[in-house]
């Protein structure tokens, strides 16, 4: 396959080299990559949804109410206060509800309205049910918080529901997002194209990389916070205690800093994580040596990459949801005006909520319709939603690919089409020592 070299030059020199961000959009259209994220997310709904939470909620381990106004969770109360939740569900809301005040601050240029005010207003008991919004005053960096403060609430609070979601949830996205990584590093960087099974070999292949590059800023954090813990032990010791721990208090600092290091490290070069060994084909360690390096060296440039990327995804974002409601809203009207019974299985599209079961559903007479036909409909309006968030998935992986592309090239002053590239199985180079290392 020719290869294609994608310069800096082409888009306005050193200085406006973000511009090459704007290519993620078209980028993230690539069918492979639509599904790769679709499928990621219909796994991820099917374990979360229909299994671990219908197991939690039948043993009592879901969201009351009384948790629910009590959690930071901006989740809509149910009117029966007898009702259960499952944690996905809940957590799924709140995080939807971030994410589409986040990107709609973003269409408004809206960044640090309302910061200090939602985390207070999250931590008071029923508040976050009033569900804060961009018209309230709060900005991009404010829906953001939200988003954190959710996670960290479902991981202190539902501890082994966290462990064992997140390590499946963990691992299927190393699976889809690594091989979404690898195929835009390719398209950006050379103009190739790699269909959906080479991806995924790519990303099986250097499965223990991307499954633990996001676990190892978490492990480094817990680790230091034991030692911590330890030593504010031996520090209670009467007497004994006193002297050797004042004396090796500076190392309690320094574990400190070591842990907010990996803290905004490893939550600012997150996104980098995955990219890193899509596009050098390296292990954990490199991946997590450059992607909280790159942003450490070039911090104010990985500010501007990342606004860039947010503010722009939130207007293609918007077009994305313009077309799907024109596309839902045409079907619903012209089907149902041939066949009214439509109106009873799927409410008219607005543009907030493509799908909706009407209140009277439940009153079809046809018993065709009601057994087959409505089902159909959920499932194939629900593929199309999944399709559409698929989008939004891969435009994350594609940005997130491109800057790190470009923060490579400023730090190592590497060139952007220089992907690690395998070399075919009967090749002599597939026996050398760096194949076999880049593959472990």
């Given at each position: 396959?020719?290869?294609?070299?994608n310069?800096?030059?082409a888009?306005?020199?050193?200085?406006?080299?973000?511009?090459?961000?704007?290519?993620?959009s078209?980028q993230?259209?690539q069918?492979?990559?639509?599904?790769?994220a679709?499928?990621?997310?219909i796994i991820?709904f099917?374990i979360g949804?229909?299994?671990m939470?219908?197991?939690?909620?039948?043993?009592?381990?879901?969201?009351?109410?009384?948790?629910?106004?009590?959690?930071?969770l901006?989740?809509e109360?149910?009117?029966d206060?007898e009702s259960?939740m499952?944690?996905?569900?809940a957590?799924v809301?709140?995080e939807k509800h971030?994410v589409?005040?986040?990107?709609?601050?973003?269409?408004k240029?809206?960044?640090?309205?309302?910061?200090g005010?939602i985390?207070?207003r999250l931590?008071q008991s029923?508040?976050?049910?009033k569900?804060p919004?961009?018209?309230?005053?709060?900005g991009?960096v404010?829906?953001i918080?939200?988003m954190?403060k959710?996670?960290y609430?479902?991981?202190?609070?539902?501890?082994?529901?966290t462990?064992?979601?997140g390590s499946l949830?963990l691992t299927?996205w190393a699976?889809?997002g690594?091989?979404?990584?690898?195929?835009s590093?390719?398209?950006?960087?050379r103009n190739?194209?790699?269909?959906m099974g080479e991806?995924?070999?790519?990303?099986?292949?250097?499965?223990?990389?991307?499954?633990?590059?996001p676990?190892f800023?978490i492990?480094?954090v817990?680790?230091?916070g034991f030692a911590?813990l330890?030593?504010?032990?031996i520090m209670s010791?009467?007497?004994?205690g006193?002297?050797?721990g004042?004396?090796?208090?500076?190392l309690?600092?320094v574990g400190?800093g070591?842990i907010?290091?990996?803290?905004?490290?490893?939550v600012a070069?997150?996104?980098?994580?995955w990219?890193?060994?899509?596009v050098?084909g390296?292990?954990?360690f490199?991946?997590?040596?450059r992607?909280l390096g790159?942003v450490?060296?070039?911090?104010?440039?990985?500010v501007?990459y990342a606004l860039v990327a947010?503010v722009?995804?939130a207007?293609?974002?918007?077009g994305?949801r313009?077309?799907?409601?024109?596309l839902a809203y045409?079907?619903?009207?012209?089907?149902?005006?041939?066949?009214?019974?439509l109106?009873?299985m799927?409410?008219t599209?607005s543009?907030?909520?493509?799908?909706?079961?009407p209140?009277?559903?439940d009153?079809i007479e046809?018993?065709?319709a009601?057994?087959?036909t409505?089902?159909?409909?959920?499932v194939?309006?629900?593929?199309?939603?999944f399709l559409l968030?698929g989008?939004?998935v891969?435009y994350?992986?594609?940005?997130?690919t491109?800057?790190?592309?470009?923060?490579r090239?400023r730090?190592?002053?590497t060139e952007l089409?220089d992907?690690?590239?395998?070399?075919p199985p009967?090749?002599p180079?597939?026996?050398?020592?760096?194949?076999?290392?880049?593959?472990s």
């Open positions: 396959m020719e290869e294609k070299t310069s800096m030059p888009c306005g020199g050193n200085q406006f080299d973000w511009c090459h961000i704007f290519k993620a078209r993230a259209l069918p492979e990559k639509i599904c790769l679709a499928l990621g997310l991820t099917v949804a229909l299994l939470d219908r197991i939690w909620v039948s043993v009592g381990w879901g969201l009351d109410q009384e948790m629910l106004r009590a959690s930071p901006m989740v109360p149910a009117s206060e259960m499952g944690v996905f569900d957590l809301l709140h971030c589409d005040q986040a990107l709609k601050a973003a269409r240029f809206e960044f640090t309205g309302g910061m005010d985390w207070s931590n029923g508040e976050a049910q569900l919004t961009v018209g309230d005053g709060y991009l404010a829906f918080l939200a954190g959710g996670l609430w479902t991981a202190t609070h539902q501890l082994l529901y462990i064992i979601f949830a299927i699976l889809f690594g091989a979404i990584c690898r195929i590093a390719l398209q950006f960087a190739e194209h790699l269909s991806a995924l070999s790519y990303s099986r292949k250097r499965f223990g990389a991307f499954f633990a590059a676990l800023p492990g480094v817990l680790l230091t911590l330890a030593g504010g032990w010791w009467p007497y004994v006193w002297l050797p004042g004396l090796l208090f500076g309690a600092l400190g070591l907010a290091f990996f803290v905004i490290g490893g070069g997150f996104s980098l994580m990219p890193t060994t899509a050098e390296s292990d954990v490199d991946s997590i040596s992607s790159y450490y060296e070039q911090a104010e440039r990985t501007v947010i722009y995804g207007l293609v974002w918007l994305v313009v077309f799907a409601f024109v045409s079907t619903h009207g012209f089907v149902s005006t041939a066949y009214p019974v109106d009873d799927w409410a599209p543009f907030d909520q493509l799908y909706a079961e209140a009277h559903s009153k046809s018993w065709g009601s057994n087959f409505l089902p159909l409909i959920r194939w309006v629900s593929i199309g939603g968030y989008y939004l891969s994350y992986f594609s940005a997130s491109i800057i790190y592309l470009l923060l090239s730090v190592d002053d089409d992907i690690y590239i395998e070399p009967d090749s180079l597939a026996s050398l020592p760096e194949a076999a290392s880049a593959d």
